[in-house]
């Protein structure tokens, strides 16, 4: 059973970093992209940042370019998000997700996601 | 405001049929597949419908998709009360230096 567990979400001050994880299990972690998307309370879907299987492609949202940045440790079978320069607008729940596909590039779209992990910019 | 434009609200009685419409542009659902989720209240999204119109094995034939040009759609036949819930629709799009994108989501009721 595929299962993506979130963590390292809380409440940080206007200009701080966070990092996000995303333990994986139950699938071939290293052959799969992986997505991070976020909801504010109350809104939508917004995607956040991608990085492919290989760690070949890697994308972000306009909104967190050059703030944020994934990573992925596939001996670890973890996915990460380092959150700098924090603002009050990303404060929302954090989903971890992969991609559908095997070997798919950061164009592939989520087939399964977390529970997600609150994250609050807040002073 | 979302690339994808979706109705906000959509509803409809038991045993109904309904659509929700999902309008985009060729860098998106005109050259990619789009993809559409359900998201219940207080739970995590899940995959409803991929590649256009392939639903993942556990999901009812009652849900169905489609797609034309740059617009899709979600058709949910027989209506259910448990289909209460949060649509999306998604997309990768081919714009600058490429994203995925949602639609804002559509809120659906059953009477």
């Known amino acids: 059973e595929v299962q993506l567990v979130e963590s390292g979400g809380g409440l940080v001050q206007p200009g701080r970093s966070l990092r996000l994880s995303c333990a994986a299990s139950?699938?071939?972690?290293?052959?799969?992209?992986m997505h991070w998307v976020r909801q504010a309370p109350g809104k939508g879907l917004e995607w956040v940042s991608g990085i492919s299987w290989n760690r070949g492609s890697i994308g972000y949202a306009d909104s967190v370019k050059g703030r944020f940045a994934i990573s992925r440790d596939n001996a670890k079978n973890s996915l990460y998000l380092q959150m700098n320069s924090l603002r009050g607008e990303d404060t929302a729940l954090y989903y971890c997700?992969?991609?559908?596909?095997?070997?798919?590039?950061?164009?592939?779209?989520?087939?399964?996601w977390g529970h997600g992990t609150l994250v609050t910019v807040s002073s | 405001q979302s690339v994808l434009t979706q109705p906000p609200s959509a509803s409809g009685t038991p045993g109904q049929r309904v659509t929700i419409s999902c309008s985009g542009s060729r860098s998106n659902i005109g050259n990619n597949y789009i993809y559409w989720y359900q998201q219940l209240p207080g739970t995590a999204p899940k995959l409803l419908i991929y590649?256009?119109?392939q639903r993942p094995s556990g999901v009812p034939d009652r849900f169905s998709g489609s797609k034309s040009d740059t617009s899709a759609s979600l058709a949910i036949s027989g209506l259910r009360s448990e289909d209460e819930a949060d649509y999306y629709c998604?997309?990768?799009?081919?714009?600058?230096?490429?994203?995925?994108?949602f639609g804002g989501g559509t809120k659906l009721t059953v009477l």
């Open positions: 590649r256009n119109n």
């Open positions: 139950g699938f071939t972690f290293d052959d799969y992209a």
């Open positions: 998604a997309a990768w799009d081919d714009s600058l230096s490429g994203r995925m994108v």
């Open positions: 997700a992969k991609a559908l596909s095997a070997k798919s590039s950061i164009a592939g779209l989520p087939g399964y």
